[in-house]
């Protein structure tokens, strides 16, 4: 498509009635009052926070390739990516603001994390500007702007999956428990994962290939389970 994201959907008539649905007979019977119609919309928001935030949980790191137009949930999901590359005139907003509402399924609470300009996001926040691929990459929301998105994506990729998956996963499970937590917790949740992790077999087989000048090759890991 020409963009990552468009942007909210606007022509929902279950978002602007606040969850309630125009074929509800018992809504229908009667005038909902404000407290019920959030109780009513509390469940959708939640389940959309769930969607996104399933791609920070999984235990393989994710690449957000942008290109075209980011707006709106295209930030949201740009910021439970683990790495955010984009195309050379690629465009974002934080645009709830300017359709009345505060952005609720994780850029407010991920931005200032990644970003390493508080001021400027929430400016960025604040007013739903346009801002363009040279201020993501300056501001931090980007690792770099690329001239074809999705080989440099696929090739950064490719270069993960090269390394041990019990070391690739072990690093973003740290990394992501530590961005919430000091870093003495930090350190205690590494050490009880690696006193397990550190037994695998990827370990001699990395330093077999390193001194003999060859490519490791790892076992995948399991499919997981459905339980």
Do not use: W
Request: with cysteine; hydrophobic share 45%.
């Amino acid at each position: 498509g020409k963009a990552f994201t468009a942007g909210l959907d606007i022509s929902d008539s279950s978002f602007l009635l606040g969850g309630i649905d125009d074929g509800d007979s018992a809504a229908a019977s009667h005038q909902v009052d404000a407290a019920r119609k959030g109780l009513s919309f509390l469940p959708k928001i939640l389940e959309m926070q769930r969607c996104l935030t399933a791609i920070e949980e999984c235990p393989v790191p994710v690449i957000a390739a942008i290109h075209g137009n980011c707006i709106g949930a295209g930030v949201d999901l740009a910021t439970c990516c683990d790495i955010r590359l984009a195309q050379v005139g690629s465009t974002f907003s934080v645009r709830e603001v300017q359709l009345g509402l505060a952005a609720d399924v994780g850029t407010l609470q991920r931005l200032p994390k990644i970003a390493g300009n508080d001021s400027r996001v929430r400016e960025l926040c604040y007013t739903g500007e346009m801002f363009d691929h040279d201020e993501a990459l300056r501001i931090g929301f980007l690792s770099r702007v690329c001239q074809d998105v999705n080989t440099d994506a696929m090739s950064l990729a490719s270069r993960i999956a090269s390394s041990s998956p019990i070391a690739v996963a072990g690093t973003k499970r740290s990394l992501v428990y530590s961005r919430d937590h000091t870093v003495a917790e930090g350190l205690e949740h590494v050490a009880s994962h690696n006193a397990l992790a550190l037994m695998t077999s990827d370990i001699p087989a990395a330093f077999v290939a390193a001194s003999n000048k060859q490519k490791a090759q790892f076992p995948p890991i399991p499919a997981i389970s459905r339980l």
